[in-house]
């Protein structure tokens, strides 16, 4: 046995006793004759004490450097006063070691633990290196304990864990999917589960009424700081709930992995906010709370001014036109708002227009080349500002933005500008605000393909008992969808499922699938909801997402042992790469040259 003890374990307790320990050297220091070893494991540090008494280890201390795997044996002994270090669990004591074992060398590392500035892509290339650093050891070890309590969370209140396929049919979740071409089934392919949805709704047709699983999910889509083309989703379905009690359950299971990980007192219960509302106030969907700026809508106070850019916004069917109170923004210099003015560009907005407000009462006050156009045909100069001032409680001091577009690209642009607007000013009010967001649209109408999608997929729930509103107003008809919002992030998204064969062919029909197509892609769901289908509902919350809010990450890439760069690719192992003709004539595939010239 190489090691008894972790690094951290070894305390003041064990004064005296005899010790195994093993790890990596973190620092070796040479004090005039005795040498000093900082050996690392998962756990932490201990330090190692070699004096020249014990000449065999004493010289294997001499050759030792950083990063090589040793196993020590030695007596726990009390650190001389005024030495001891507070910051490390085994501060107060150090082994002083009488047998050491280079277990292995280690050549010159591509990059030290302790250097910030390490790109990415070579932090992901030297991967086994990168996760020996203190953060990434923190991050992944509360990972392993996070999911540890939600399985035990479940299974106490009668959840099952059951696998479900990684080799299925294609089915619409909103991303590309990952095909697997089959070798006994010539032209044929599975797909990679962008979620276990089907399957789950079929446990619960089943008879198991309480399912979870946490679960590799693949989606083919472009990437950023939360999304990986491999992610984990801690999926739940159960049977004769409704939304309250999931709702319930799920809020009373993070607000537990949070006070146990985190010693964090989550509200109790979270604030529920309608889709609606968070559009209205927010422009998002999954608002950050922590942040007290909210937009205005002020349509109807300028559609008749004399400023036409707002004029002709407002009179349009699907246009919007907010304000964005900043308190204390006037200190905000000429170069910092136009900085905000290029960071909403790269959302679609043409431009920022602003006021700033030295004295509400009266228009001179008023601080912007677009005052003097907010004014009523015949009215006062600038009364038009002097009422928005007064509907966004702006006081002196303040700064209004301004945002007026198509409701979708306001809701982009002045939304990100709400939170960006927020953290550079330090304005959050907290470390937390978790938010239930309901009753979201059924449908979402894309205006490029003329045609209804599902906003959270087709297999969702209307929130009405009459079929024939999907076909009369399929814009009004709600959902029962629920998401779990943490800081501005979706860490959960479920809904009530259709339950009934006649309502999921009505949906289909709203969607476009004919009936023909929801056999083709469907029928194995549509003929199982003929045979007594339970009531069900279920929510899935990103694993990955969770747990870099926990851990403070700025990247799902920093909570995942071996993530993907945002352009899908593995540095660490070179992949994808080419496969071998043989492969591919296996597979009944062959590659299409790129046309030259």
């Not at 894309?446 to 209307?462: A, G, L, N």
Request: some cysteine; aromatic content about 8%.
């Amino acid at each position: 046995m190489y090691r008894q003890h972790y690094a951290a374990d070894v305390t003041e307790k064990l004064n005296g006793e005899t010790v195994k320990v093993a790890g990596w050297v973190h620092r070796r220091r040479d004090h005039g004759g005795v040498i000093f070893i900082d050996l690392r494991d998962r756990s932490g540090l201990v330090q190692i004490v070699i004096d020249p008494d014990t000449a065999e280890a004493f010289a294997l201390a001499e050759q030792v450097r950083s990063e090589y795997c040793l196993a020590i044996e030695g007596r726990v002994r009390l650190r001389p006063a005024g030495t001891e270090n507070p910051d490390m669990a085994s501060g107060k004591i150090e082994i002083l070691g009488k047998m050491l074992t280079v277990l292995s060398k280690s050549e010159a590392l591509p990059f030290q633990l302790d250097e910030d500035n390490v790109s990415e892509e070579v932090r992901l290339k030297n991967r086994t290196i990168d996760l020996r650093r203190e953060v990434m050891q923190k991050n992944l070890i509360l990972r392993s304990k996070v999911a540890s309590s939600l399985r035990r969370y479940l299974d106490d209140h009668g959840f099952l864990d059951i696998e479900t396929p990684m080799l299925t049919k294609a089915t619409p979740e909103g991303a590309r999917d990952y095909l697997v071409p089959s070798r006994t089934h010539p032209g044929k392919f599975f797909a990679l589960p962008q979620s276990p949805q089907l399957f789950k709704q079929m446990l619960m047709m089943s008879g198991f009424d309480r399912y979870y699983q946490i679960v590799r999910c693949f989606r083919d889509e472009d990437l950023r700081a939360d999304r990986q083309p491999e992610f984990t989703q801690l999926d739940i379905e159960t049977s004769f709930l409704e939304e309250e009690d999931i709702m319930q359950i799920m809020e009373t299971m993070i607000r537990g992995i949070f006070k146990e990980h985190l010693n964090v007192d989550l509200p109790d219960p979270f604030p529920r906010m309608t889709y609606r509302e968070a559009m209205r106030r927010y422009a998002s969907d999954k608002p950050d709370l922590r942040i007290p700026l909210e937009l205005v809508d002020i349509a109807d106070l300028v559609k008749d001014s004399g400023f036409k850019v707002f004029a002709s916004v407002a009179a349009q069917e699907n246009g919007r036109v907010v304000a964005l109170r900043i308190p204390g923004g006037n200190k905000l210099t000429r170069k910092e708002i136009d900085d905000y003015t290029a960071y909403v560009a790269r959302y679609g907005a043409k431009g920022l227009a602003y006021i700033k407000v030295n004295d509400k009462t009266s228009t001179e006050g008023l601080q912007s080349p677009i005052v003097k156009f907010l004014t009523k045909e015949g009215g006062a100069e600038g009364a038009i500002a002097l009422d928005i001032v007064q509907r966004v409680g702006a006081e002196n001091g303040d700064l209004i933005f301004f945002g007026a577009d198509k409701a979708s690209i306001v809701n982009d642009a002045i939304g990100a500008l709400r939170i960006k607007v927020g953290h550079d000013l330090n304005m959050l009010t907290g470390p937390w605000a978790p938010l239930w967001v309901i009753e979201f649209p059924m449908f979402e109408y894309d205006e490029k393909d003329k045609r209804w999608y599902s906003m959270h997929h087709p297999f969702t729930q209307p929130k009405t008992a009459n079929l024939d509103d999907l076909d009369r107003n399929p814009g009004e008809v709600l959902s029962r969808a629920y998401d779990m919002v943490l800081n501005g992030t979706e860490v959960g998204g479920g809904s009530i499922r259709i339950h009934r064969d006649d309502m999921q062919q009505r949906v289909f029909q709203s969607l476009g699938i004919g009936e023909e197509e929801a056999q083709q892609k469907f029928g194995f769901l549509l003929n199982a909801l003929k045979y007594g289908c339970p009531p069900h509902g279920g929510i899935a919350f990103g694993l990955d997402r969770l747990i870099m809010l926990m851990a403070g990450a700025k990247s799902i890439r920093d909570v995942m042992a071996f993530p993907k760069t945002q352009t899908a690719y593995d540095p660490l192992t070179d992949a994808p790469s080419e496969a071998s003709e043989e492969q591919l004539k296996e597979l009944h595939i062959r590659k299409r040259e790129k046309p030259t010239g």
